[in-house]
């Protein structure tokens, strides 16, 4: 008998099936039909250019003076300094370094961190659908139950009614997205208003995710959940330094929230990674005290990126959609074909070299939209290369 093979089957046997709902991402899916299709990788959201060289020089100053050990566990105090810094000049808020700022491997871990500090089983969560794929599998792991409510398709507005209608005692969070991935949306004064408004009665923590702070369009400006009287208090905020540095592999991110919840965070934080790169956190400290404006320039660098998306397909029969913020947009296919997204987008990817995110895979029961995510945080030329592909797509 081939000992090997009798191992591994036995093993399998009692696995728990945790995540049963849970597929493959759609952004490991997309990128390797990609790849497998030599075709031009508008799907996985991640920028086509390098970070700053400044910051490559003072990562690898880190690391060749020192900075190659355990950080403490939330984080270099001077890189939390640098961030409240940042949150008091873009946003006006003060936040304590010391104990409200905790520095994560990745939003990824940020969220998971926060969902599972607040989250008891039993509890119910809000989601936002089309809603980003790694809240409903920390959710579900921690025990609660995903209520998925849709934004406005026409409009891209967010759902204030609706999420007052789910709203009940079991309540316990409400995952917001802003700017949102996928649908570029953002949070106006008038959305958090109404949050604060019908959230109120029953204390609903609110968890921000606001990796896309930085990129934001047409004077729109980001307003984060810190920044909201009546709901500051029981919110957490998530942000990425991967999208502001252009260094998604590098999955640095932060979590700001009070004193109390931040505790909570430490707590289960501790035991998942207990403390992020050392190195990439000096380099980035370094970096943002010596360049206090590159956020601020953010907004027009992508602006000009999305305006040039957008413009070069005008004329086409690809439904434009608004983008207020983010580094997506959203194109409709109806004029093409009448399949899922996800069947669409295969066929674009591997007939028509063309790779994007299909939408319903962030849909409860994957309902069709009728809408496509392109990622156009991509060098000139691959844009227009892209709009070349997309406008020889045969018509209905
Ligand atoms: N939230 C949203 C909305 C995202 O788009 C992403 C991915 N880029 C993340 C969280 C995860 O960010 P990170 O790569 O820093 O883990
Ligand atoms: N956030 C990125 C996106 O929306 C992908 C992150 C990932 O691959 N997990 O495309």
């Known amino acids: 008998m081939n000992i090997e093979g009798h191992i591994l089957t036995s093993l399998f046997v009692d696995i728990p099936n945790k995540l049963s709902g849970v597929k493959e991402s759609i952004f490991s899916v997309m990128s390797s039909m990609a790849k497998a299709h030599d075709a031009l990788n508008l799907s996985q959201g991640f920028p086509e ?10 990562v690898n100053w880190a690391m060749n003076n020192g900075y190659n050990q355990y950080a403490p566990m939330p984080g270099y105090i ?9 949150e008091l000049e873009l946003h006006g ?14 939003a990824t871990v940020a969220l998971f961190a926060c969902i599972h500090a607040i989250v008891e089983p039993g509890d119910e969560v809000i989601l936002l659908d089309p809603a980003y794929d790694s809240y409903q599998a920390a959710v579900e792991w921690a025990g609660g139950k995903c209520v998925r409510i849709p934004m406005n398709l026409k409009d891209l507005s967010f759902p204030t009614e609706q999420i007052n ?29 109404a949050l604060t408004q019908i959230t109120e009665p029953i204390g609903t923590f609110i968890l921000s995710d606001e990796v896309y702070e930085h990129m934001v369009f047409d004077q729109k400006k980001h307003k984060s959940v810190l920044q909201v009287e009546g709901l500051k208090e029981r919110s957490m905020k998530v942000s990425s330094f991967g999208k502001t540095f252009h260094s998604t592999g590098w ?64 004329g086409s029969k690809w439904k434009i959609y608004p983008c207020s913020g983010s ?5 409709g296919f109806d004029a093409f074909s009448h399949e899922a997204d996800d069947e669409f987008a295969s066929t674009l990817t591997q007939q028509h070299g063309i790779a994007s995110i299909p939408i319903n895979v962030f849909n409860e029961n994957a309902s069709r939209t009728g809408l496509l995510r392109f990622c156009f945080a991509k060098s000139d030329e691959t844009l227009i290369a892209a709009v070349n592909k997309l406008k020889q797509i045969p018509t209905l």
Do not use: C
Request: proline letters at 5%; aromatic letters at 10%; hydrophobic letters at 35%.
């Open 49 to 58: 250019f390098d970070p700053p060289k400044q910051l490559l020089e003072e």
């Open 78 to 86: 001077e890189l939390r300094e640098q961030i409240a810094q940042k």
């Open 93 to 106: 808020h003060d936040v304590h370094s010391s104990d409200e700022i905790t520095v994560t491997p990745g």
């Open 165 to 193: 209608d789910k709203l009940n005692p079991r309540t316990k969070l409400i995952i917001i997205t802003t700017p949102h991935n996928p649908l570029g949306a953002v949070m106006t004064d008038e959305d958090w208003k």
């Open 251 to 314: 999955k640095m991110g932060y979590v700001i929230a009070n004193n109390k919840i931040t505790k909570s965070i430490r707590r289960l934080y501790q035991f998942v990674n207990f403390s992020t790169h050392s190195a990439t956190q000096m380099g980035l400290t370094r970096f943002m005290s010596t360049n206090p404006n590159w956020e601020r320039e953010l907004s027009t660098f992508y602006e000009k990126k999305r305006n040039l998306f957008q413009e070069s397909l005008v």
């Open 327 to 331: 580094y997506f947009q959203i194109l």
